[in-house]
């Protein structure tokens, strides 16, 4: 992890602003979904994947009935409907 070179305060309500230089270089747009991560003492901002209900996969994810499943997992309920 390197230090991206920008320093922001907080502000009244717990925001701060990512600079447009990121958003640009991350592809955060407006009204993108961003994950929170914890390590350690660390916070770290992740644009939203969907995952899969099942197995946590980011890879091949499809919306079923509200819910993402992988294209591995769906594999396998196709294959126990059999
Ligand atoms: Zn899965």
Do not use: T, W
């Amino acid at each position: 992890m390197k230090p991206a070179g920008v320093v922001r305060k907080v502000d009244q309500l717990g925001r701060i602003v990512l600079p447009k230089s990121l958003r640009k270089r991350y592809l955060m747009n407006e009204g993108d979904p961003v994950e929170i991560f914890v390590q350690g003492d660390h916070i770290i901002l992740e644009r939203y994947r969907p995952k899969c209900v099942f197995c946590g996969s980011m890879n091949e994810v499809h919306e079923f009935k509200e819910r993402y499943v992988c294209g591995e997992c769906m594999g396998e309920m196709g294959f126990l409907k059999r």
